[in-house]
Protein backbone atom coordinates (compact mmCIF):
# COMPACT_ATOMS: atom_id res chain seq x y z
CA UNK A 1 0.00 0.00 0.00
CA UNK A 2 1.47 3.40 -0.74
CA UNK A 3 2.02 6.58 1.40
CA UNK A 4 -2.26 7.55 0.95
CA UNK A 5 -2.54 11.26 2.63
CA UNK A 6 -5.87 10.53 5.06
CA UNK A 7 -7.59 13.68 5.75
CA UNK A 8 -10.28 13.33 8.06
CA UNK A 9 -13.98 13.24 6.38
CA UNK A 10 -15.13 14.94 9.66
CA UNK A 11 -12.29 17.70 9.69
CA UNK A 12 -13.13 18.61 6.25
CA UNK A 13 -17.07 18.95 7.24
CA UNK A 14 -16.67 20.61 10.47
CA UNK A 15 -14.06 23.40 9.31
CA UNK A 16 -14.08 23.36 5.88
CA UNK A 17 -12.19 26.27 5.18
CA UNK A 18 -9.22 26.01 7.82
CA UNK A 19 -6.06 24.59 5.95
CA UNK A 20 -4.48 21.77 6.83
CA UNK A 21 -1.40 22.75 8.21
CA UNK A 22 -3.60 24.89 10.61
CA UNK A 23 -1.97 24.66 14.27
CA UNK A 24 -4.26 23.26 16.92
CA UNK A 25 -5.27 26.03 19.39
CA UNK A 26 -4.72 25.45 23.02
CA UNK A 27 -7.00 25.02 25.81
CA UNK A 28 -6.68 26.65 29.30
CA UNK A 29 -6.67 24.73 32.30
CA UNK A 30 -10.38 25.17 32.76
CA UNK A 31 -11.32 23.85 29.35
CA UNK A 32 -12.01 26.73 27.55
CA UNK A 33 -10.20 28.34 24.24
CA UNK A 34 -6.89 30.11 25.08
CA UNK A 35 -5.38 32.46 22.95
CA UNK A 36 -4.85 30.89 19.17
CA UNK A 37 -1.07 30.57 18.30
CA UNK A 38 -0.12 31.55 14.61
CA UNK A 39 -2.09 29.26 12.01
CA UNK A 40 1.66 29.20 9.66
CA UNK A 41 -0.49 30.39 6.36
CA UNK A 42 -3.01 33.40 8.46
CA UNK A 43 -6.11 32.69 10.53
CA UNK A 44 -8.51 31.39 8.10
CA UNK A 45 -12.76 32.82 8.03
CA UNK A 46 -14.43 31.56 11.12
CA UNK A 47 -16.93 29.30 9.03
CA UNK A 48 -19.94 28.99 12.00
CA UNK A 49 -22.66 26.81 11.35
CA UNK A 50 -26.23 29.01 11.41
CA UNK A 51 -27.53 28.90 14.82
CA UNK A 52 -30.80 27.15 15.88
CA UNK A 53 -33.97 28.98 16.49
CA UNK A 54 -34.68 29.79 19.99
CA UNK A 55 -37.73 27.48 19.93
CA UNK A 56 -35.10 24.83 18.75
CA UNK A 57 -32.67 25.81 22.01
CA UNK A 58 -35.74 25.71 24.37
CA UNK A 59 -37.04 22.03 23.55
CA UNK A 60 -37.86 19.80 20.77
CA UNK A 61 -40.27 20.44 18.44
CA UNK A 62 -43.94 18.68 18.24
CA UNK A 63 -43.10 17.02 15.46
CA UNK A 64 -39.68 15.52 16.81
CA UNK A 65 -41.24 14.47 19.98
CA UNK A 66 -43.86 12.79 18.29
CA UNK A 67 -40.98 11.07 16.17
CA UNK A 68 -39.31 10.20 19.37
CA UNK A 69 -42.16 8.90 20.86
CA UNK A 70 -42.43 6.67 17.85
CA UNK A 71 -38.98 5.17 18.16
CA UNK A 72 -39.38 4.25 21.46
CA UNK A 73 -42.52 2.70 20.92
CA UNK A 74 -40.20 0.39 19.20
CA UNK A 75 -37.00 -0.16 21.06
CA UNK A 76 -35.16 -3.17 20.04
CA UNK A 77 -34.06 -5.82 22.99
CA UNK A 78 -31.10 -5.46 24.58
CA UNK A 79 -28.28 -7.81 22.94
CA UNK A 80 -25.17 -7.68 25.31
CA UNK A 81 -23.45 -11.21 24.37
CA UNK A 82 -22.48 -13.50 21.22
CA UNK A 83 -19.43 -11.95 20.37
CA UNK A 84 -16.35 -14.10 19.99
CA UNK A 85 -13.69 -12.96 21.15
CA UNK A 86 5.42 -0.60 15.16
CA UNK A 87 6.21 2.48 17.29
CA UNK A 88 6.82 2.40 21.01
CA UNK A 89 3.62 1.36 22.55
CA UNK A 90 4.54 2.64 25.50
CA UNK A 91 4.34 5.82 24.75
CA UNK A 92 0.82 6.07 24.51
CA UNK A 93 -0.96 5.65 27.98
CA UNK A 94 -3.56 2.90 28.05
CA UNK A 95 -6.82 2.34 30.20
CA UNK A 96 -7.06 -0.51 33.06
CA UNK A 97 -7.08 -3.79 31.58
CA UNK A 98 -10.63 -4.23 31.89
CA UNK A 99 -11.61 -2.25 29.48
CA UNK A 100 -8.82 -3.99 26.90
CA UNK A 101 -10.10 -6.18 23.95
CA UNK A 102 -8.93 -9.85 24.46
CA UNK A 103 -7.08 -11.58 21.66
CA UNK A 104 -7.25 -13.18 19.22
CA UNK A 105 -10.57 -11.59 18.58
CA UNK A 106 -13.09 -12.67 16.10
CA UNK A 107 -15.73 -10.86 14.81
CA UNK A 108 -19.34 -12.00 15.32
CA UNK A 109 -21.13 -13.71 12.54
CA UNK A 110 -24.97 -14.19 14.58
CA UNK A 111 -27.12 -11.33 13.67
CA UNK A 112 -28.34 -9.16 16.49
CA UNK A 113 -31.48 -9.15 17.27
CA UNK A 114 -33.73 -6.88 14.63
CA UNK A 115 -34.93 -3.25 15.42
CA UNK A 116 -38.63 -2.91 13.85
CA UNK A 117 -38.84 -0.18 11.23
CA UNK A 118 -39.50 3.30 12.07
CA UNK A 119 -42.33 4.22 9.87
CA UNK A 120 -41.76 7.82 6.56
CA UNK A 121 -42.72 10.32 9.17
CA UNK A 122 -41.42 9.68 12.15
CA UNK A 123 -37.77 9.03 10.22
CA UNK A 124 -38.80 12.23 8.60
CA UNK A 125 -38.93 14.16 11.40
CA UNK A 126 -35.86 13.03 12.71
CA UNK A 127 -33.85 14.12 9.81
CA UNK A 128 -35.77 17.84 9.81
CA UNK A 129 -36.19 18.21 13.54
CA UNK A 130 -32.11 16.89 14.51
CA UNK A 131 -30.79 18.99 12.18
CA UNK A 132 -29.04 22.92 12.00
CA UNK A 133 -28.07 24.97 9.41
CA UNK A 134 -25.29 23.92 7.50
CA UNK A 135 -21.99 25.36 6.15
CA UNK A 136 -19.55 25.72 3.70
CA UNK A 137 -16.90 22.96 3.17
CA UNK A 138 -13.57 22.69 0.77
CA UNK A 139 -13.77 19.36 -0.68
CA UNK A 140 -16.73 17.35 -1.32
CA UNK A 141 -15.85 14.03 0.57
CA UNK A 142 -17.90 11.40 -1.48
CA UNK A 143 -15.86 8.79 -0.26
CA UNK A 144 -13.66 8.42 3.13
CA UNK A 145 -9.58 8.58 2.80
CA UNK A 146 -9.12 7.04 6.37
CA UNK A 147 -6.84 3.90 4.97
CA UNK A 148 -6.84 3.29 8.71
CA UNK A 149 -9.88 2.61 9.23
CA UNK A 150 -9.92 -1.14 9.80
CA UNK A 151 -6.87 -0.81 12.53
CA UNK A 152 -9.50 -0.76 15.20
CA UNK A 153 -12.28 -3.48 13.35
CA UNK A 154 -11.81 -6.60 15.51
CA UNK A 155 -11.72 -4.32 19.00
CA UNK A 156 -14.93 -2.54 18.20
CA UNK A 157 -16.81 -5.54 17.57
CA UNK A 158 -15.47 -7.23 20.34
CA UNK A 159 -15.66 -3.83 22.84
CA UNK A 160 -18.81 -2.33 21.82
CA UNK A 161 -22.19 -2.84 23.36
CA UNK A 162 -24.53 -3.83 20.96
CA UNK A 163 -28.16 -2.90 20.62
CA UNK A 164 -27.14 0.25 21.74
CA UNK A 165 -26.46 3.97 19.83
CA UNK A 166 -23.82 4.59 16.75
CA UNK A 167 -23.13 8.41 15.78
CA UNK A 168 -20.54 8.75 13.03
CA UNK A 169 -19.46 11.54 10.73
CA UNK A 170 -18.71 11.27 7.27
CA UNK A 171 -19.64 8.65 4.10
CA UNK A 172 -19.45 5.05 3.91
CA UNK A 173 -16.92 4.38 6.54
CA UNK A 174 -19.48 4.72 8.74
CA UNK A 175 -21.29 1.55 7.34
CA UNK A 176 -18.38 -0.74 8.49
CA UNK A 177 -18.37 0.45 11.91
CA UNK A 178 -22.37 -0.14 11.98
CA UNK A 179 -21.78 -3.69 10.67
CA UNK A 180 -19.10 -4.36 13.43
CA UNK A 181 -20.59 -2.01 16.29
CA UNK A 182 -24.22 -3.58 15.92
CA UNK A 183 -26.02 -0.74 16.75
CA UNK A 184 -30.37 -0.33 16.92
CA UNK A 185 -29.51 3.39 15.88
CA UNK A 186 -27.52 4.92 14.20
CA UNK A 187 -26.65 8.60 13.25
CA UNK A 188 -24.73 10.34 10.67
CA UNK A 189 -23.87 13.66 11.89
CA UNK A 190 -22.59 16.31 9.29
CA UNK A 191 -21.77 19.91 9.31
CA UNK A 192 -22.21 19.98 5.51
CA UNK A 193 -26.11 18.96 3.94
CA UNK A 194 -24.51 17.63 0.72
CA UNK A 195 -23.45 14.50 2.89
CA UNK A 196 -26.97 14.25 4.40
CA UNK A 197 -27.96 14.33 0.87
CA UNK A 198 -25.11 11.38 0.57
CA UNK A 199 -26.99 9.26 3.12
CA UNK A 200 -30.33 9.43 1.75
CA UNK A 201 -28.98 7.85 -1.71
CA UNK A 202 -27.42 5.23 0.04
CA UNK A 203 -30.53 4.88 2.06
CA UNK A 204 -32.69 4.42 -1.72
CA UNK A 205 -29.73 2.06 -2.77
CA UNK A 206 -29.95 0.01 0.44
CA UNK A 207 -33.77 0.01 0.28
CA UNK A 208 -33.68 -1.18 -3.70
CA UNK A 209 -30.33 -3.66 -3.79
CA UNK A 210 -30.82 -7.24 -4.36
CA UNK A 211 -27.50 -8.09 -3.74
CA UNK A 212 -23.89 -6.51 -2.98
CA UNK A 213 -22.81 -6.42 -6.85
CA UNK A 214 -26.13 -4.74 -7.17
CA UNK A 215 -25.64 -2.15 -4.23
CA UNK A 216 -22.33 -1.01 -6.42
CA UNK A 217 -24.29 -0.79 -9.83
CA UNK A 218 -27.14 1.46 -8.34
CA UNK A 219 -24.15 3.26 -6.60
CA UNK A 220 -22.43 4.03 -10.19
CA UNK A 221 -25.56 4.54 -12.20
CA UNK A 222 -25.27 1.36 -14.20
CA UNK A 223 -27.61 -2.00 -14.94
CA UNK A 224 -26.95 -4.93 -13.52
CA UNK A 225 -28.63 -6.42 -17.09
CA UNK A 226 -27.55 -9.40 -17.98
CA UNK A 227 -24.46 -10.28 -15.61
CA UNK A 228 -23.92 -13.63 -14.01
CA UNK A 229 -25.51 -14.07 -10.56
CA UNK A 230 -22.52 -14.14 -7.81
CA UNK A 231 -22.52 -16.25 -5.25
CA UNK A 232 -24.05 -14.85 -1.67
CA UNK A 233 -20.32 -15.85 -0.09
CA UNK A 234 -18.64 -14.67 -3.42
CA UNK A 235 -15.53 -12.77 -2.69
CA UNK A 236 -14.94 -8.94 -1.98
CA UNK A 237 -12.58 -8.73 -4.72
CA UNK A 238 -15.05 -10.45 -7.11
CA UNK A 239 -17.87 -8.32 -6.60
CA UNK A 240 -15.65 -5.14 -6.78
CA UNK A 241 -14.28 -6.84 -10.33
CA UNK A 242 -18.28 -7.31 -11.61
CA UNK A 243 -18.99 -4.25 -10.72
CA UNK A 244 -16.28 -2.40 -12.31
CA UNK A 245 -16.77 -4.19 -15.68
CA UNK A 246 -20.51 -2.83 -15.73
CA UNK A 247 -21.60 -0.77 -18.52
CA UNK A 248 -22.40 2.40 -18.01
CA UNK A 249 -24.50 4.95 -20.48
CA UNK A 250 -26.19 8.26 -19.88
CA UNK A 251 -29.63 6.76 -20.39
CA UNK A 252 -28.85 4.11 -17.73
CA UNK A 253 -27.17 6.72 -15.27
CA UNK A 254 -30.88 8.65 -15.85
CA UNK A 255 -33.04 5.55 -15.44
CA UNK A 256 -31.10 4.72 -12.20
CA UNK A 257 -31.16 8.18 -10.54
CA UNK A 258 -35.02 8.83 -11.30
CA UNK A 259 -35.62 5.40 -9.34
CA UNK A 260 -33.11 6.44 -6.28
CA UNK A 261 -34.78 9.54 -6.18
CA UNK A 262 -38.22 8.53 -6.21
CA UNK A 263 -37.14 6.05 -3.62
CA UNK A 264 -36.25 8.74 -1.37
CA UNK A 265 -39.04 10.79 -1.92
CA UNK A 266 -41.91 8.17 -1.68
CA UNK A 267 -40.42 5.50 0.27
CA UNK A 268 -38.83 7.40 2.64
CA UNK A 269 -40.82 10.43 2.47
CA UNK A 270 -38.18 13.10 2.26
CA UNK A 271 -39.28 15.93 0.49
CA UNK A 272 -36.43 17.00 -1.77
CA UNK A 273 -36.03 20.97 -2.19
CA UNK A 274 -34.85 21.82 -5.86
CA UNK A 275 -31.16 22.35 -4.68
CA UNK A 276 -31.30 19.06 -2.62
CA UNK A 277 -32.33 17.41 -5.87
CA UNK A 278 -29.42 19.05 -7.76
CA UNK A 279 -27.26 17.86 -4.53
CA UNK A 280 -28.67 14.19 -5.25
CA UNK A 281 -28.06 14.61 -8.75
CA UNK A 282 -24.37 16.24 -8.13
CA UNK A 283 -23.57 13.25 -5.79
CA UNK A 284 -24.36 10.71 -7.76
CA UNK A 285 -22.76 11.58 -11.09
CA UNK A 286 -19.50 11.95 -9.35
CA UNK A 287 -19.67 8.02 -8.52
CA UNK A 288 -21.22 7.58 -12.33
CA UNK A 289 -18.22 8.99 -13.86
CA UNK A 290 -15.45 7.16 -12.34
CA UNK A 291 -17.61 4.34 -10.66
CA UNK A 292 -15.25 2.51 -8.15
CA UNK A 293 -12.58 4.88 -8.99
CA UNK A 294 -13.60 7.53 -7.52
CA UNK A 295 -11.12 8.80 -4.63
CA UNK A 296 -11.70 11.73 -2.18
CA UNK A 297 -10.62 14.98 -3.55
CA UNK A 298 -9.57 18.35 -2.43
CA UNK A 299 -11.15 21.04 -4.70
CA UNK A 300 -7.52 22.74 -4.20
CA UNK A 301 -4.66 21.24 -6.17
CA UNK A 302 -2.76 18.54 -3.87
CA UNK A 303 0.26 16.19 -4.62
CA UNK A 304 -1.44 13.27 -2.35
CA UNK A 305 -2.43 9.93 -3.90
CA UNK A 306 -5.76 9.14 -1.90
CA UNK A 307 -7.28 5.31 -2.03
CA UNK A 308 -10.35 4.94 -4.95
CA UNK A 309 -13.52 3.71 -3.03
CA UNK A 310 -12.63 0.40 -4.52
CA UNK A 311 -9.55 0.02 -2.69
CA UNK A 312 -10.93 1.16 0.41
CA UNK A 313 -13.73 -1.51 0.25
CA UNK A 314 -11.11 -4.35 -0.46
CA UNK A 315 -9.25 -3.55 2.74
CA UNK A 316 -8.00 -5.77 5.33
CA UNK A 317 -7.49 -5.24 9.02
CA UNK A 318 -3.95 -5.29 10.62
CA UNK A 319 -4.34 -9.00 10.76
CA UNK A 320 -6.13 -9.29 6.94
CA UNK A 321 -9.29 -9.60 7.61
CA UNK A 322 -11.60 -7.79 5.46
CA UNK A 323 -14.32 -6.86 7.72
CA UNK A 324 -15.41 -4.24 5.64
CA UNK A 325 -19.42 -3.66 5.01
CA UNK A 326 -19.02 -5.03 1.95
CA UNK A 327 -16.89 -8.08 2.31
CA UNK A 328 -18.83 -10.09 4.05
CA UNK A 329 -23.11 -11.21 2.91
CA UNK A 330 -24.04 -10.87 6.35
CA UNK A 331 -22.24 -7.49 7.24
CA UNK A 332 -23.49 -6.37 4.18
CA UNK A 333 -27.45 -7.76 4.85
CA UNK A 334 -27.18 -6.14 8.68
CA UNK A 335 -26.53 -2.30 7.69
CA UNK A 336 -28.99 -2.69 4.87
CA UNK A 337 -31.72 -4.22 7.39
CA UNK A 338 -30.65 -0.85 9.42
CA UNK A 339 -31.17 1.27 6.46
CA UNK A 340 -34.41 -0.11 5.36
CA UNK A 341 -36.07 0.10 9.36
CA UNK A 342 -35.50 3.78 8.62
CA UNK A 343 -32.66 3.79 11.37
CA UNK A 344 -29.56 4.76 9.93
CA UNK A 345 -30.77 8.84 10.64
CA UNK A 346 -28.52 11.08 8.74
CA UNK A 347 -28.53 14.77 10.48
CA UNK A 348 -26.87 18.26 9.61
CA UNK A 349 -24.95 19.38 12.70
CA UNK A 350 -21.74 21.11 14.14
CA UNK A 351 -20.39 18.57 16.86
CA UNK A 352 -19.87 21.60 18.85
CA UNK A 353 -23.27 23.27 18.05
CA UNK A 354 -26.01 23.96 20.25
CA UNK A 355 -29.24 21.99 18.88
CA UNK A 356 -27.69 18.91 16.66
CA UNK A 357 -25.99 16.82 19.41
CA UNK A 358 -27.53 17.54 22.09
CA UNK A 359 -30.91 16.48 20.62
CA UNK A 360 -29.44 13.26 19.24
CA UNK A 361 -28.49 12.59 23.05
CA UNK A 362 -32.08 13.59 23.95
CA UNK A 363 -33.06 10.82 21.00
CA UNK A 364 -31.11 8.80 22.49
CA UNK A 365 -32.53 9.13 26.35
CA UNK A 366 -36.51 8.42 24.63
CA UNK A 367 -35.23 5.73 23.52
CA UNK A 368 -33.87 4.12 26.57
CA UNK A 369 -30.41 3.90 24.74
CA UNK A 370 -26.33 4.13 25.51
CA UNK A 371 -24.39 5.19 22.96
CA UNK A 372 -22.02 2.28 22.01
CA UNK A 373 -19.71 4.25 19.79
CA UNK A 374 -19.39 7.32 18.48
CA UNK A 375 -16.87 7.53 15.33
CA UNK A 376 -15.38 11.04 15.53
CA UNK A 377 -13.05 10.84 12.85
CA UNK A 378 -10.54 13.55 13.72
CA UNK A 379 -12.67 16.26 14.13
CA UNK A 380 -11.32 17.33 17.64
CA UNK A 381 -8.17 18.38 15.93
CA UNK A 382 -10.52 21.46 14.61
CA UNK A 383 -12.94 22.01 17.76
CA UNK A 384 -9.55 22.28 19.19
CA UNK A 385 -8.12 24.80 16.87
CA UNK A 386 -11.31 26.94 16.56
CA UNK A 387 -11.63 27.27 19.94
CA UNK A 388 -15.18 24.93 20.15
CA UNK A 389 -13.80 22.68 22.95
CA UNK A 390 -15.73 23.68 25.90
CA UNK A 391 -18.74 23.20 23.62
CA UNK A 392 -17.64 19.91 22.39
CA UNK A 393 -17.09 18.86 25.89
CA UNK A 394 -20.33 20.34 27.42
CA UNK A 395 -22.38 18.32 23.98
CA UNK A 396 -20.24 15.06 24.97
CA UNK A 397 -21.31 15.13 28.60
CA UNK A 398 -24.99 15.43 27.66
CA UNK A 399 -24.78 12.13 26.05
CA UNK A 400 -26.15 8.71 27.51
CA UNK A 401 -23.01 6.13 27.74
CA UNK A 402 -21.94 3.39 29.89
CA UNK A 403 -18.09 2.15 31.06
CA UNK A 404 -18.25 0.26 26.90
CA UNK A 405 -18.92 3.36 25.09
CA UNK A 406 -16.47 4.05 22.67
CA UNK A 407 -14.75 7.56 20.93
CA UNK A 408 -13.60 5.91 16.76
CA UNK A 409 -10.76 8.65 16.58
CA UNK A 410 -8.83 9.19 13.74
CA UNK A 411 -5.33 10.50 14.17
CA UNK A 412 -3.79 12.85 11.12
CA UNK A 413 0.17 12.91 10.66
CA UNK A 414 0.88 16.86 9.88
CA UNK A 415 4.67 16.12 10.58
CA UNK A 416 3.91 14.21 13.90
CA UNK A 417 3.71 10.74 13.77
CA UNK A 418 1.33 8.65 16.32
CA UNK A 419 3.23 5.97 18.04
CA UNK A 420 0.25 3.34 16.57
CA UNK A 421 0.52 4.86 12.92
CA UNK A 422 1.01 1.80 10.55
CA UNK A 423 3.36 2.11 7.72
CA UNK A 424 2.34 3.67 4.66
CA UNK A 425 -0.93 5.16 6.45
CA UNK A 426 -0.68 8.84 7.33
CA UNK A 427 -3.64 8.06 9.74
CA UNK A 428 -3.77 6.12 13.13
CA UNK A 429 -7.61 5.11 13.77
CA UNK A 430 -7.89 4.56 17.56
CA UNK A 431 -10.37 3.43 20.20
CA UNK A 432 -10.81 5.71 23.64
CA UNK A 433 -13.70 4.67 25.94
CA UNK A 434 -15.38 8.09 26.14
CA UNK A 435 -15.72 7.63 30.20
CA UNK A 436 -12.09 8.06 30.18
CA UNK A 437 -11.81 10.93 27.82
CA UNK A 438 -14.61 12.71 30.34
CA UNK A 439 -13.10 11.59 33.59
CA UNK A 440 -9.16 12.86 32.41
CA UNK A 441 -11.31 16.09 30.94
CA UNK A 442 -12.52 16.89 34.12
CA UNK A 443 -9.12 16.40 36.44
CA UNK A 444 -6.71 17.69 33.48
CA UNK A 445 -8.50 18.96 30.44
CA UNK A 446 -6.92 18.01 26.99
CA UNK A 447 -4.56 20.59 25.58
CA UNK A 448 -3.80 19.43 21.97
CA UNK A 449 -5.35 16.70 19.32
CA UNK A 450 -1.91 15.19 20.77
CA UNK A 451 -2.91 14.10 23.94
CA UNK A 452 -6.22 13.53 23.13
CA UNK A 453 -5.38 10.74 20.33
CA UNK A 454 -2.25 9.55 22.79
CA UNK A 455 -4.53 9.51 26.14
CA UNK A 456 -6.68 6.42 27.26
CA UNK A 457 -6.37 4.37 24.15
CA UNK A 458 -7.27 0.53 23.94
CA UNK A 459 -4.34 -1.76 23.11
CA UNK A 460 -4.58 -3.36 20.50
CA UNK A 461 -3.95 -6.64 20.25
CA UNK A 462 -1.96 -8.56 17.37
CA UNK A 463 -1.51 -5.52 15.60
CA UNK A 464 1.67 -4.00 13.30
CA UNK A 465 3.27 -1.09 15.02
CA UNK A 466 6.56 -0.96 12.94
CA UNK A 467 6.27 1.87 10.08
Same mark, same amino acid.
Given at each position: ?10 ? +? %? ?20 ? #? ?33 ? +? ?6 ? *? ?9 ? %? ?12 ? %? ?49 ? +? ?71 ? %? ?32 ? #? ?8 ? +????? *? #? ?58 ? @?????? @? ?48 ? #? ?21 ? @? ?44 ? *? ?5
Amino acid at each position: MGDWGGISMGS +A %ALLPRYPFTAFPREVSKDGSPS #RPRSRGRGDAPEGRVGTPTPSRRDGLTSSLAAALA +AAGACRAP *DDDGGRDAGHD %AAAVPAVPAGHRAS %APVAVRTTAAPEAPALPAAPFRALVEGLSEPGAEFFSDNYVSNETSYLQVA +AALAHEARPGGAFIGVGPEQNFTYIALARPSLAFILDIRRDNLVLHLLYRAIFDLAETRLHFLALLTGRELGS %APLLAADAPIELVLERATGLASSEPSFTAVHERL #RRQIEDGAGI +ALSAA *D #RRSLRRTHRAFFGPGLAIRFKLREASHRRYPTLGEMLAQADPQGHQLGFLASEEAFRFVQ @RLERAG @RVVPVVGNFAGDHALSAIAQACRERGLVVSAFCVSNVEQYLIADGLWHKW #RRNIEALPIDERSLFVRAYLDQG @RPHPRQMKGHRTATLLQPVAHFLERQKKRPYRSMWEVSTDGVLEPQ *DAPHSR
